[in-house]
């Protein structure tokens, strides 16, 4: 079992660069594919980022529209998964939820409002 919690969110100003992170409990994170996914209203869940496990060699990948704008990286010492959010547009504005996924193992955080707006 993992518990994934959210924090970070809020209002923000477009071009504004604020990070999330994701703490995990509760399993061995290092092992997890973690994710960043996004759901804005009216809109179905999508993949933000993700980022595979250290055996796997810890490899990214991103969406296009965040691409270059948007990081994704790991500290397994301290069990956090982070999104380094720049250049946020009011496009970007959704609920991010964390994910961490491993063999048939899917878990959620509850999830942080980010809206970007001036």
């Known amino acids: 079992q993992v518990q994934l919690v959210e924090s970070g969110g809020g209002s923000v100003q477009p071009g504004g660069s604020p990070r999330l992170p994701c703490a995990a409990s509760?399993?061995?994170?290092?092992?997890?594919?973690m994710g960043w996914y996004r759901q804005a209203p009216g809109k179905q869940r999508e993949l933000v980022a993700a980022?595979?496990?250290?055996?796997?060699?810890?490899?990214?990948n991103y969406a296009d529209s965040v691409k270059g704008r948007f990081t994704i990286s790991r500290d397994n010492a301290k069990n956090t998964v982070y999104l380094q959010m720049n250049s946020l547009k009011p496009e970007d504005t959704a609920v991010y939820y964390c994910?961490?996924?491993?063999?048939?193992?899917?878990?959620w955080g509850q999830g942080t409002q980010v809206t970007v707006s001036s």
């Open positions: 994910n961490g996924r491993y063999a048939s193992s899917n878990y």
């Open positions: 980022i595979t496990s250290v055996i796997s060699g810890g490899s990214t």
């Open positions: 509760g399993s061995i994170f290092s092992i997890y594919t």
